[in-house]
């Protein structure tokens, strides 16, 4: 049997950056874990319809910083900025909320960051996000699928693409998965810059997964420095 390995988990250290930047004692890790994955989730409930491209958390000794890099940044910020700031006020009432029942020290104050997503560049998540919400409105799969696919190959600097989708496929009986691809993949080569994806359609027939694989050429060694070396892009809002 082969072993199935997550692209970008594969690749980090390498040609990509750690999601969670930070340094605790033994005894707080799984706390820090926890907290990362409570932030996650709760940015995926509230803005989820922004186009999530990315999460990304830093923290120090005395603050945090999350960092969302969004294809529709403005359904985040919201008026004046107000969208902003009750999220912030939200992660932060969950995240003490969270140490409260653990008995742990006060949390550290948390900021938040949003980015847009660049014009241009091409996410594996919000794609796979996209044909989610269009097989939600009763789409047909194939077509749905082979559309994105021709939009992702028309950008000049993708070498390739591969959607992987399983469930009751339009509505059928008996569930089963399909696959769809076009230019190369190189899964195996680690400066291949692989941008994968994730996402689940909740349709009235079940529930369909949804897997996006995306070439974007290769990253050699004095760019995948800059990569490691550089946070998580430009700073936004």
């Known amino acids: 049997m082969a072993n199935k390995v997550k692209p970008t988990a594969f690749r980090v250290g390498i040609i990509k950056n750690w999601s969670s930047r930070w340094m605790s004692a033994p005894k707080d890790r799984r706390h820090f874990l926890e907290e990362d994955a409570l932030i ?14 990315s999460i990304e958390i830093e923290r120090t000794v005395s603050a945090g910083r999350i960092f969302i890099k969004a294809a529709r940044p403005g359904l985040i910020i ?4 107000k969208g902003i700031e009750d999220l912030t006020k939200l992660i932060h009432g969950e995240v003490t909320a969270l140490r409260n029942e653990r008995k742990l020290a006060k949390a550290a104050p948390l900021g938040v960051s949003v980015i847009e997503l660049p014009r241009g560049d091409v996410s594996a998540r919000v794609v796979a996000q996209n044909i989610a919400w269009d097989l939600e409105k009763r789409y047909k799969f194939r077509r749905t699928v082979k559309k994105y696919i021709d939009e992702v ?13 399983a469930g009751r496929l339009d509505g059928a009986e008996i569930s089963r998965s399909e696959k769809f691809s076009a230019g190369n993949l190189p899964l195996s080569s680690l400066r291949a810059d692989i941008d994968y994806g994730e996402a689940t359609a909740r349709t009235t027939y079940g529930a369909i997964g949804l897997k996006v694989w995306i070439y974007k050429g290769d990253i050699f060694e004095n760019r995948a420095r800059e990569v490691l070396n550089s946070r998580s892009g430009e700073r936004g809002r």
């Open 78 to 81: 919201g008026r004046g900025g």
């Open 153 to 165: 190959m028309s950008h000049r600097e993708i070498r390739g693409v591969k959607i992987r989708a």
């Open 40 to 53: 996650r989730r709760l940015l995926e409930e509230k803005i989820g319809q922004a186009g999530i491209a």
